[in-house]
């Protein structure tokens, strides 16, 4: 079956430092979305990316985030300088029809 | 906007028991209504799904109808076992299945021999 791949599975950075979460979306699939989950908090939506644009982004999705999709294959997450409240699990998630969402394993990030 | 409301957790049974988990939902139009299941150390999975009202989805036991009367998709299971322990996560997208989900905060799951 095939699957959304997420790396890193986890992330320690320090406040203030830049990470890139990456994804590999599955093949065939159009649209892909980068959503969150602060511990113990909802599952919230990011953004989604479709042609290679950004569609739609949440409030969440300020100017310190970014996503782009470098070589065709890969979908990246970058967050320019990391806030602590930034820690949280990062999904990745694709989607083309006839098919609901597919979702990655997420990466844990901790900013320090 | 939409908006998700499911049960709290922890939610803990025995083996072969009845399980309910309820899910209610704010949404405009006709969204499409999820449940996704996340096992310990692993991804978001689709467990089933329903598109319009009075469809049921089922996967694995599962099942889940969704009420547009009562704005509501509860997860139900007649007999669980200790391999579902998990978290499930209800749910929704608006008009056009391209649009984001927005999630339930999720319920715990344990079962018990």
């Known amino acids: 079956e095939p699957e959304v791949t997420q790396t890193p599975s986890h992330q320690v950075t320090q406040m203030g430092q830049e990470v890139i979460l990456r994804c590999v979306p599955i093949?065939?699939?159009?649209?892909f979305y980068w959503y969150r989950q602060i511990l113990g908090q909802k599952v919230e939506f990011l953004v989604s990316?479709?042609?290679?644009?950004?569609?739609?982004k949440s409030e969440i999705f300020d100017d310190q985030f970014s996503v782009e999709r470098p070589d065709g294959s890969n979908f990246t997450l970058k967050i320019r300088s990391t806030k602590l409240e930034d820690s949280a699990m990062y999904f990745c998630?694709?989607?083309?029809?006839?098919?609901?969402?597919?979702f990655g394993p997420g990466t844990r990030l901790l900013v320090l | 906007g939409n908006s998700v409301t499911q049960m709290e957790g922890p939610v803990t049974l025995s083996e072969e028991a009845f399980l309910t988990i309820n899910c209610t939902y704010t949404?405009?139009?006709?969204?499409?209504l999820f449940w996704y299941v996340q096992y310990p150390g692993e991804g978001l999975q689709l467990l089933l799904k329903?598109?319009?009202?009075?469809d049921k989805g089922s996967n694995k036991g599962f099942e889940a109808t969704y009420r547009k009367e009562t704005t509501s998709f509860h997860l139900e299971k007649g007999s669980v076992q200790v391999s579902d322990s998990a978290v499930y996560f209800c749910?929704?997208?608006?008009?056009?299945?391209?649009?984001?989900?927005?999630f339930g905060t999720g319920t715990r799951l344990q079962v018990t021999l």
């Open positions: 998630a694709s989607w083309s029809l006839p098919v609901p969402q597919y």
């Open positions: 093949s065939n699939h159009l649209y």
């Open positions: 990316f479709y042609n290679n644009e950004i569609s739609e």
């Open positions: 949404a405009t139009g006709y969204p499409s």
């Open positions: 329903a598109t319009k009202a009075d």
């Open positions: 749910a929704l997208s608006g008009a056009g299945t391209a649009s984001k989900l927005t």
